[in-house]
T-cell receptor, first 113, second 115 residues
C-alpha cells in the first residue's frame, strides 16, 4: 500500500526566504507526482505535475524535483511572499492505469511580512 | 469554464442523523471522485465513478456511506447514520478520464461537523 509522507508538518518563515518542502513515497511504481496548494475553506489547486520519466518541473518561483528510485520529491519556493501562505500537499498516482491519487498530510506554510 | 460545484458548503448535524452532499462536475468529465479530508490529514479517496459506474469504492464505509451518480453527471454522497468521526471536509473532483494521466479538478468542498 502506497504511503506518502511530508516533512515538515508546518513551517514559518519571513518574507523573502527560499524554502524547501519534502515529500517521500514508499512505492516507486508511480505514474506521476503532483504538488497541490490548499487555502483555508477552499479546494485544491494543482501547482506542478511531474511525470515519472521527468526529473523536475518549474512554474514561476516554484520548482519541483522527483527522484523516483529513492521515492522522494521536493518543492522549492524562491523568494517567498505572504501570499504563498497555504497548505501544500503532495500526491502520487500509481502506474496501474487508474487516476487514483494518494496524498500526504501536507505542510502548512506561513510566510510573515 | 465553470469549475466543480458542491453544496452545501457547510453542514452541522448531530450524531446518528443523516446528511447528503451534492456535486456537479465539470461538463463533459467522465470521471468523478469523492474524497474525505479529516483535519490535519490529506484527502482520502472514498469512491471513484467512471460515467455512472463505480471504479473504486474500496475505502468507502459501506455500512453508513453511499454514493450514486445517476445519468453519469451529478453525484450525491450520503451518510446515514453519521458518527462523530465523520467530521471532515468532503471534496468532490472530476477529470476527463480515469486514466493515470488525467488531471483532477477539485471543488471547494463541504465542511461537515457532527456533534
Amino acid at each position: 500500500k502506497q504511503e506518502v509522507t511530508q516533512i515538515p508538518a508546518a513551517l514559518s518563515v519571513p518574507e523573502g526566504e527560499n524554502l524547501v518542502l519534502n515529500c517521500s513515497f514508499t512505492d516507486s511504481a508511480i505514474y506521476n507526482l503532483q504538488w497541490f496548494r490548499q487555502d483555508p475553506g477552499k479546494g485544491l489547486t494543482s501547482l506542478l505535475l511531474i511525470q515519472s520519466s521527468q526529473r523536475e518541473q518549474t512554474s514561476g518561483r516554484l520548482n519541483a524535483s522527483l527522484d523516483k528510485s529513492s521515492g522522494r520529491s521536493t518543492l522549492y519556493i524562491a523568494a517567498s511572499q505572504p501570499g504563498d501562505s497555504a497548505t501544500y500537499l503532495c500526491a502520487v498516482t500509481h502506474n496501474s492505469g487508474y487516476s487514483t491519487l494518494t496524498f500526504g498530510k501536507g505542510t502548512m506554510l506561513l510566510v510573515s511580512p | 469554464e465553470a469549475g466543480v460545484a458542491q453544496s452545501p458548503r457547510y453542514k452541522i448535524i448531530e450524531k446518528r442523523q443523516s446528511v447528503a452532499f451534492w456535486c456537479n462536475p465539470i461538463s463533459g468529465h467522465a470521471t468523478l471522485y469523492w474524497y474525505q479530508q479529516i483535519l490535519g490529514q490529506g484527502p482520502k479517496l472514498l469512491i471513484q465513478f467512471q460515467n455512472n459506474g463505480v471504479v473504486d469504492d474500496s475505502q468507502l464505509p459501506k455500512d453508513r456511506f453511499s454514493a450514486e451518480r445517476l445519468k453519469g453527471v451529478d453525484s450525491t454522497l450520503k451518510i446515514q447514520p453519521a458518527k462523530l468521526e465523520d467530521s471532515a471536509v468532503y471534496l468532490c473532483a472530476s477529470s476527463q478520464s480515469g486514466t493515470s494521466g488525467a488531471t483532477q479538478y477539485f471543488g471547494p468542498g463541504t465542511r461537515l461537523l457532527v456533534l
